[in-house]
């Protein structure tokens, strides 16, 4: 498998804080809407999620000296943001475990909603993996590179490949169960 | 590019997974013109309750024609703007479906009822007014200068807000009729 990897984006000259933001958020809203939607369970969590990142990047936004590409930049505040949302979010005596399969207490989404399309399916079987392998399979599915991810979660990229490929035998297991 | 067929079909499905950040703004719009909405609907009452009760409570302590015309004018005004109001507000509490097609149908709707609303509100209050100056008038067979520096002060004040409300939605409609052809 090949991935892209943009190169390191220079912003334009002469560019605001406020531009740039505009800029970055209208690029990569979708995308981080979904990593939000990946970390929580309902759409209300998701839009509040998604405001924290926002603010967080835009009070992040004038620390960043191009290290690293804006969308590497971007997605690193975006996750620790999540992390820190989950740690809020979640009771303190269910610690983040990567070798279980955290069971999913949700209803089951075809009970929710008839006739939901494969995408929302996806989505929750991704929700039910672990939170070290579902932060490699979205930044994957959003087409970010191994590089990018071994920088935007501190690991080695032989460990990015190693958690890619846990995450996606217990993704078919969650898909099959799904069916 | 060598491509891994099963993850390029979770890319495809991942990606058309979520709606963007438009919706989410849609959905933000929509519960702040609800709440807005109800606020306007606890101020009618209150209006309607304090003026009309007002006039009302005069005209019964004091039953003189001059006293019981304002009243029913006072009354005259408030069925005006409740009809207006009700007719506006009709099916637009909420949205059809929770798409993102219906919350723009019903932002689209509401800035358009609000527009509307401008006009109304204008020539309202410019009958209003004509009523109010020719009932001082006739009370005391006079205008003097305090009266109409207050009322020009007032109008002043009022056109001012209506032509910045007016810009403020037109320019949301046309941000959201954008959306609407996207």
């Not at chain 2, 491509?3 to 703004?25: F, I, K």
Request: proline residues 5%; contains cysteine; aromatic residues 8%.
């Amino acid at each position: 498998m090949t991935l892209s990897t943009p190169a390191k984006s220079e912003p334009p000259e002469n560019e605001s804080s406020d531009q740039r933001f505009d800029r970055l958020l209208a690029a990569n809203g979708p995308a981080l809407v979904r990593l939000a939607a990946s970390y929580t369970n309902t759409t209300s969590d998701r839009d509040d999620l998604f405001q924290e990142i926002a603010v967080a990047i835009w009070q992040a936004l004038p620390r960043f000296r191009g290290e690293s590409s804006e969308r590497t930049f971007l997605f690193r505040v975006a996750h620790n943001r999540a992390i820190d949302y989950l740690r809020r979010h979640r009771p303190p005596s269910s610690p983040i475990d990567a070798d279980t399969i955290l069971p999913d207490s949700r209803p089951n989404p075809e009970a929710r909603f008839a006739g939901e399309q494969q995408g929302e399916r996806l989505r929750q079987a991704i929700h039910g993996l672990p939170v070290p392998y579902r932060q490699v399979i979205t930044l994957v599915l959003e087409e970010v590179s191994y590089g990018e991810i071994a920088q935007i979660l501190g690991i080695t990229e032989s460990n990015v490949g190693v958690r890619l490929n846990r995450a996606r035998q217990l993704l078919r297991t969650l898909l099959e169960e799904r069916k | 590019m060598k491509l891994d067929p099963e993850l390029e079909l979770w890319r495809s499905e991942w990606q058309s997974a979520t709606e963007s950040p438009v919706t989410a703004d849609l959905r933000r719009r929509v519960t702040r013109q609800s709440l807005y909405m109800r606020w306007l609907l606890v101020a009618e009452i209150l209006i309607t309750i304090v003026i009309g009760g007002a006039t009302i409570f005069v005209a019964a302590i004091d039953p003189r024609a001059a006293k019981i015309i304002l009243a029913a004018a006072t009354w005259l005004f408030i069925a005006a703007a409740w009809t207006f109001a009700l007719i506006s507000r009709k099916n637009s509490w909420s949205p059809a479906d929770s798409t993102t097609s219906a919350y723009l149908d019903l932002c689209i709707r509401r800035t358009r009822t609000a527009l509307r609303s401008v006009i109304f509100g204008a020539v309202l209050y410019a009958v209003e007014m004509a009523f109010c100056l020719s009932w001082i008038f006739h009370e005391t067979s006079s205008l003097n200068s305090t009266t109409i520096e207050i009322v020009t002060a007032i109008t002043a004040l009022f056109a001012i807000f209506l032509i910045r409300y007016r810009s403020r939605k037109r320019a949301e409609l046309a941000y959201l009729l954008n959306l609407q052809l996207e």
